[in-house]
């Protein structure tokens, strides 16, 4: 599903003027113009103030006065606050890790108690297997359909836009900064069922199957990360097919950006793209609504990534 909201790079006005001596990663340079000519066109001010947007500088010298401007355009800043855990973030993923746990108990006690273990075990299975199929749907469907306007999911179709563009902003995203929105999904939907069932089978599939869904971002950041800095279990397991691998979700941030779209364990990856599943089903879509999907146009710039420039230092 891989639906956290990479939050969006919106325009703010000016306000402060840099002055800390920390580097950033573009900066808008200020100029003084004035002109003497005598043609019809409006005469520019003399004390009118030019800004001419330098993304190949960096600002040394920020000032309190101006607060340095981004667009949906301009690469985010690696210590953007968008990025680091609040305590909401934090209590959401606790509680939906709670949440999970309980389930998960539950079945397992249960189990214990009817001295049934296979079924069960085969309806975590089928949790895990279905939660990648899962993902790449949701994947597909705010990659491909709505926009920031879109209602309850337009936030999401705007981040994963972004996520495009910046894909190593995930990377840098803190743990729970990364789950929230899926933890605090999860609470309200596994909760209820939690509370009112006792069946060691159905509470196996539902606690396997949502905690793999609420932790699928983080499975995703890691098939962004670098092997070298990855902990070696989940180098482990995503060799071993148990998570998405770097290199299969690398596919999927390449043209024609219509591929790859599970980031669970991948393993429905290869059917999914073999037989042409998306694509039958956007044509589907396209004839019964008449909406194109965003995979059928030429890739923009939304599309195309650009890659992190290490900061000089100084």
């Not at 401007?69 to 993923?93: E, G, K, M, Y």
């Not at 920031?148 to 337009?154: L, N, R, V």
């Not at 999907?293 to 710039?301: A, F």
Request: hydrophobic share 35%.
């Amino acid at each position: 599903m891989a639906i956290l909201p990479h939050h969006k790079y919106p325009l703010r006005s000016l306000e402060h003027v840099p002055t800390c001596h920390h580097l950033c990663w573009s900066r808008a340079r200020l100029t003084c113009s004035a002109t003497t000519t005598t043609s019809t066109k409006p005469r520019s001010s003399p004390d009118q103030l030019i800004i001419e947007p330098r993304l190949d500088r960096l600002v040394t010298t920020p000032s309190p006065l101006v607060t340095p401007t981004r667009s949906r355009n301009t690469s985010p800043l690696l210590n953007d606050p968008n990025l680091l855990s609040t305590w909401s973030h934090r209590a959401w993923v606790a509680t939906g890790c709670t949440t999970v746990l309980i389930s998960l108990a539950k079945s397992m006690v249960a189990a214990a108690n009817s001295h049934i273990w296979l079924e069960p075990m085969l309806a975590g299975y089928i949790g895990y297997i279905l939660s990648d199929l899962g993902s790449g749907v949701y994947h597909w469907g705010i990659d491909n359909y709505g926009d920031a306007s879109t209602p309850i999911f337009g936030s999401q179709i705007e981040a994963f836009q972004g996520h495009h563009k910046w894909p190593w902003t995930i990377t840098r995203r803190q743990f729970a900064n990364n789950l929230h929105a899926l933890a605090r999904a999860t609470t309200f939907i596994v909760l209820p069922i939690v509370m009112l069932c006792d069946d060691p089978t159905l509470q196996g599939f539902v606690g396997v199957c949502s905690g793999c869904i609420m932790f699928s971002q983080q499975f995703h950041a890691w098939a962004h990360g670098t092997k070298s800095k990855l902990p070696p279990p989940v180098v482990a397991l995503q060799e071993a097919g148990v998570l998405v691998s770097r290199t299969q979700h690398s596919a999927h941030h390449r043209q024609p950006y219509n591929n790859n779209y599970c980031i669970v364990s991948g393993i429905w990856n290869e059917f999914l793209d073999k037989y042409k599943v998306f694509e039958a089903l956007e044509m589907v879509l396209f004839f019964k609504l008449g909406v194109r999907p965003r995979s059928w146009s030429e890739p923009n710039s939304n599309w195309t990534e650009e890659t992190e420039t290490p900061s000089p230092v100084h």
